[in-house]
């Protein structure tokens, strides 16, 4: 095909499949349970159903602030000061994302500059790559190898240096 200057050029040429794509067609190919993420087979309890009609009736179907709705805020606040005995500013400390991936990719773009680089333990999740190599870093990987998928301090000390910007730490560990 040639160049088509409507079409621009991947940013990441090289990304490739992610896994999820690759584990959900084996699923579907073997009719076998997809565990690679989040697939429910069944729908959501009927209370959901319920609450999530009541509120798009009262309004709440716009789009929310950028940070997320406030009442919101307010309660993961109050959440994690429950649990871990830490309140948390829900203006300054609490955004909320549509998800991970968002999140991760948020945190990442925000911290990484040409040439940082991040420390990311393998396996690992396969959006961490991209949105390091969009920032411009530099991705250093540490294989957590089996049988215990241990951190090799060694490895990781061999890694840190002064461009060091970032460091993932993903617990309990995934894919693992």
Same mark, same amino acid.
């Given at each position: ?94 955004? *909320?994302?549509?998800? /991970?991936?968002? @999140? =991760?990719?948020?945190?990442? $773009?925000? %911290? !990484? ?37 241990? *951190?090799?301090?060694? /490895?990781?000390? @061999? =890694?840190?240096?002064?461009? $060091?910007? %970032? !460091? ?9």
């Amino acid at each position: 095909m040639r160049n088509n200057p409507l079409i621009p050029k991947s940013k990441l040429p090289n990304l490739g499949t992610t896994i999820f794509t690759q584990m959900s067609a084996l699923a579907q190919k073997h009719q076998a349970i997809n565990l690679s993420q989040g697939f429910p087979d069944f729908d959501g309890p009927r209370y959901l159903h319920e609450r999530l009609a009541y509120h798009v009736a009262q309004g709440a179907n716009q789009y929310a602030p950028m940070t997320g709705a406030q009442a919101l805020r307010e309660a993961i606040a109050d959440k994690t000061a429950e649990i871990y005995g830490y309140r948390p500013d829900d203006v300054s400390d609490i955004t *909320v994302t549509a998800g /991970a991936t968002e @999140a =991760l990719y948020a945190a990442i $773009t925000a %911290l !990484v500059r040409a040439g940082d680089e991040v420390i990311c333990f393998d396996p690992s999740y396969d959006s961490y790559a991209p949105a390091v190599a969009l920032s411009g870093g530099v991705l250093k990987r540490i294989a957590l190898t089996p049988p215990h998928f241990r *951190v090799d301090w060694q /490895a990781f000390s @061999a =890694l840190l240096s002064e461009r $060091t910007r %970032l !460091v993932i730490l993903n617990t309990p560990h995934n894919p693992t």
